[in-house]
């Protein structure tokens, strides 16, 4: 039997250096330019200034992230690859520090880590998630180490399944912390998608204020049943949430702001903020 794969789009349109590992994975370069507040102040004079006397994002200075992954997968470990949705997500929470400074974060589906990583930049405590398989959460151990002289927060990396929601009662106390949560290229399978929305609902099931950010790229396919073009997964996934409309309130984020990170940003990228409503 032919087994599928695919790669993202990532690897192959930015060119980025990278390096083999001994398990067959890469160690990718990703630069990134430095939002002014991470420029150390002794270096701002050697930089220039447009004429609302904010800086030349052309002009400043780059880091880089050196993330392990995998070049393909089969669809159902795509988590092991880096996509578009994880540098747009991570680009908002450069482009806004005061929602993220000092906060703890809760990602879900964070696969190889990145939008992790760059969230460890500001916030208080990052806790990672993903499924448990092919050594994932260890991969996300491993670069986290990598990038350690950017970390500022604390980091629990922990195993959770969209598919399995019968958390211990100590687990459920522990991901229920967070008032921020990040879910960046986890809407691409049917049975995923479900299980992702049903995750959401346990967590926004609270009396406390949640906000979750949720990055994704439409991807159009002709079906022939319809003869039309359709972004079956981005559809399926706002068919779940409306029905949810009662409780959340969901609203739809420019994507205009600053890019660090280099990709391809596309119109057909979203970004979705969703907030629990609170009972009065």
């Known amino acids: 039997m032919t087994l599928y794969t695919v790669t993202s789009e990532i690897f192959t349109e ?16 990703f630069i990134f330019k430095y939002p002014s507040y991470m420029i150390k102040p002794e270096c701002l004079n050697d930089l220039t200034r447009d004429n609302d006397d904010d800086i030349n994002i052309d002009r400043q200075q780059e880091g880089k992230l050196l993330i392990e992954h995998h070049i393909s997968t089969e669809l159902q470990y795509v988590g092991l690859q880096v996509w578009r949705g994880a540098l747009l997500l991570a680009d908002y929470i450069l482009s806004n520090p005061d929602l993220f400074r000092d906060k703890v974060v809760l990602e879900l589906g964070a696969g190889v880590g990145l939008t992790s990583i760059v969230a460890s930049f500001l916030a208080k405590e990052v806790i990672c998630t993903d499924i448990d398989v092919k050594g994932i959460l260890k991969l ?23 598919l399995n929601l019968k958390w211990p009662t100590f687990y459920k106390k522990r991901i229920d912390e967070p008032a921020i949560i990040l879910a960046a290229d986890v809407i691409y399978d049917e049975t995923v998608t479900k299980g992702f929305v049903q995750t ?56 205009d702001f ?19 409503k609170l009972s009065k």
């Not at 996300?140 to 969209?162: C, E, P, Q």
């Not at 950010?213 to 972004?231: H, Q």
């Not at 990170?261 to 970004?271: A, G, H, I, S, T």
Request: net charge positive.
């Open 140 to 162: 996300i151990h491993r670069n986290f180490m990598r990038n350690k002289a950017y970390i500022k927060s604390k980091v629990d990396i922990k195993g959770l399944d969209f």
């Open 258 to 276: 600053p890019q660090y990170f280099k990709y391809n940003r596309l119109e057909q990228m979203v970004l979705i903020k969703i907030k629990n």
């Open 200 to 255: 959401l609902t346990e967590l926004l099931n609270s009396n406390v204020q949640k906000v979750v950010y949720i990055t994704l790229e439409k991807r159009y396919v002709f079906t022939t049943a319809n003869m039309e073009t359709t972004a079956p997964m981005y559809e399926e996934f706002l068919d779940l949430v409306k029905v949810k409309q009662f409780n959340w309130h969901v609203e739809y984020i420019k994507i």
């Open 14 to 29: 930015n060119k980025n250096s990278y390096i083999k590992c001994k398990n067959d994975n890469v160690i990718s370069s």
